[in-house]
């Protein structure tokens, strides 16, 4: 059991340090599961459960997400025997996560429960598929009739403006926005739940076929079937069960563009929702991000991770092409990011997994081949070479960057209990 | 009533209570570009909304504004989604200022209208065609008719415009 320390009081307005993830859990990530949303759920929710070591009956709160693609709470917290005392299922697919553990916090502080389980399960490439095949409405209405008619639905050419204007305004280039993936595959071969554990080059990514210019087949995420959960509770608790906690410093949650409706009416569209999201977490979260040591920001595509950590302020607006294709987010760099490989190469969970990565890098218990020692955690060897470690050293602070499009941006930052 | 039409094979369908839209799409049908323009702040807006997204007024009318500008930002789609689109690719879908309220209220803000490249007579554009296009072509409005009481906004090079060299994506 770790060691309990003080909570930070300082800035109570914001909740900040008072609450902590305590479990994470996921099914494996695969292409065809053959289960239920409602079986992916329970199977998650019991490996969050087992991870943090909490009994089933703590659980009193429960919260998830979906985008008419899930299975609700009712029905997995009834297959799991847990009965609620709080429970909500919202409509989101990016960005959901970290707004949910903002809610969770909320809920708790309200008085009207202790502990929240907030999931995420499924069918992404057996059910209703992520990049929109086979989702074509049968009959056209409302704003829809001013963008699908034209061949504009799915998520890869939704985004294509914010992407291809980026290239335009700042000279962002294809060479620079596929070191995304080739990094994210260095990191993804070094984990072994990774659907796509191979490395690959730039010119892998390059001469893959386009699928919506800018984005290259491989510059775009993985279709995944999945389940994926974390249990959350208050910090003075959060020292009581298996692992050091990831106390939670700031979240910001489903922060918005002006003019949602085609959010595009309002520009520099080089830009999203972050712009405004990131005035709210760093002072929420008392830091900055020169401060944090690792990062999860989204990778739904490629330029997904460039924007999300371009608006956040890791670098200077425009210089994200620079920033990705640096080194820096590589394992081994000065701040890794997405180190399971995120959504382009571990598998898409709408950002629950990416979550999930940097609790487990907080406790410096990252899942990955190193040989386990007589303490039962892995040994880390710091060798990220294919096949080695993907454990960061000392990591004490990390942040999730969520994506919900270029309209809608969350994000939280975590620190080791 | 509801207004139904079907553009490339899709059914598009506009139900009686949809007031902004059944204005919007029937002036297209009449081949007029007309967006509405609020009547206490009288900024012109798209798209089609209940209330004006600048003072949150309610009063609006449809104002006449001319099918003209720039491409702003664009998509090229090699990979189509929709069957409707399969036998078109590659596609461009382009985002145009218009030349109308460019630059208000805010010099981010403009009325920037989606449509994909058409040719002058409004079948979607042809890959020579295609690959003549990036940020900066001007082009103007065309009609495509989708069935009675609606027709389809289009985007076609504007000939007797002066056409700066287009930006485009470095690997074609």
Redesign the interface.
């Known amino acids: 059991m770790a060691e309990a320390k003080p909570v930070d009081g300082t800035t109570p307005q914001y909740l900040r340090d008072k609450y902590a993830i305590i479990g994470v859990g996921e099914t494996p990530f695969m292409r065809g599961s053959g289960k239920t949303t409602r079986a992916l759920g329970t199977w998650a929710i019991r490996n969050a459960i087992a991870d943090a070591g909490v009994e089933p009956g703590e659980i009193d709160g429960m919260l998830s997400y979906s985008i008419g693609d899930s299975t609700a709470t009712p029905f997995i917290a009834g297959d799991l025997g847990i009965r609620l005392n709080f429970y909500m299922d919202c409509f989101g697919g990016g960005s959901s996560t970290e707004a949910l553990l903002g809610l969770a916090i909320g809920a708790m502080e309200a008085g009207m429960c202790q502990m929240v389980c907030i999931y995420r399960a499924m069918n992404g490439y057996s059910g209703r598929r992520i990049?929109?095949?086979g989702?074509?409405p049968?009959?056209?209405?409302?704003?829809g009739?001013?963008?699908?008619?034209?061949?504009?639905?799915?998520a890869g050419?939704r985004f294509?403006?914010?992407f291809?204007?980026h290239?335009?305004d700042y000279g962002t280039?294809?060479e620079q926005v596929a070191m995304v993936k080739v990094i994210h595959s260095e990191h993804a071969s070094n984990n072994p739940k990774a659907l796509y554990p191979r490395r690959v080059t730039v010119d892998d990514v390059?001469s893959s076929?386009?699928?919506?210019?800018?984005l290259h087949l491989l510059d775009c995420c993985l279709e995944t079937d999945n389940g994926t959960a974390i249990i959350v509770t208050n910090a003075q608790r959060a020292y009581d069960y298996r692992h050091t906690p990831a106390r939670v410093l700031g979240v910001v949650g489903r922060c918005n563009w002006?003019?949602m409706?085609?959010h595009?009416?309002?520009?520099?569209?080089s830009s999203w929702a972050a712009r405004y999201a990131s005035k709210i977490l760093w002072p929420n979260a008392g830091l900055g991000p020169e401060e944090i040591d690792v990062t999860g920001a989204y990778d739904a595509f490629t330029f997904t991770t460039l924007l999300g950590l371009e608006d956040f302020g890791f670098c200077e607006k425009g210089a994200g092409g620079e920033y990705v294709s640096s080194g820096v987010m590589r394992l081994g760099g000065a701040r890794p990011n997405n180190t399971s490989g995120g959504h382009l190469c571990e598998g898409y969970t709408h950002g629950m997994n990416l979550v999930i990565e940097n609790v487990r890098q907080l406790r410096g218990e990252i899942d990955d081949s190193c040989p386990i020692g007589a303490n039962g955690n892995p040994e880390h060897s710091y060798d990220y070479r294919a096949g080695g470690c993907r454990q960061v050293k000392d990591v004490a602070v990390t942040a999730n960057i969520g994506w919900a499009g270029p309209i809608t941006c969350s994000a939280a930052v975590l620190r080791k209990g | 009533m509801t207004v139904t039409g079907t553009?490339?094979g899709?059914?598009?369908?506009?139900?009686e209570n949809?007031e902004q839209?059944l204005a919007y799409?029937q002036y297209c049908a009449t081949h007029d570009f007309r967006l509405q323009r609020c009547g206490n702040c009288h900024l012109l807006r798209?798209?089609p909304?209940t209330g004006c997204?600048w003072c949150m007024g309610m009063e609006s009318e449809w104002h006449p504004v001319e099918g003209k500008g720039a491409v702003?930002?664009?998509?090229?789609?090699?990979?189509?989604?929709?069957?409707?689109?399969k036998a078109?690719t590659?596609?461009l879908?382009l985002?145009v200022d218009l030349d109308t309220q460019k630059g208000a209220p805010t010099e981010?803000?403009?009325?920037?209208v989606?449509?994909?490249l058409v040719t002058a007579d409004g079948e979607p554009a042809p890959p020579e065609l295609v690959r003549q296009v990036g940020?900066g072509t001007r082009v103007r409005m065309v009609f495509v008719d989708?069935g009675e009481g609606i027709a389809?906004p289009q985007w076609t090079m504007d000939q007797d415009a002066e056409q700066p060299p287009p930006?485009r994506?470095?690997?074609e």
Do not use: C
């Open positions: 990049g929109a095949t989702r074509t049968s009959t056209i209405s409302g704003d009739l001013h963008m699908a008619p034209y061949g504009f639905f799915s050419q294509a403006f914010s291809m204007r290239m335009y280039t294809p390059l076929r386009m699928i919506v210019k800018p002006p003019r409706d085609m595009y009416q309002h520009g520099p569209i | 553009y490339l899709m059914n598009l369908a506009i139900p949809d839209n799409f798209y798209p909304t997204p702003h930002s664009y998509g090229e789609v090699h990979h189509a989604i929709q069957p409707a689109w078109h590659p596609y879908f985002l981010h803000d403009a009325l920037r989606l449509a994909n940020i989708a389809i930006w994506y470095p690997q």
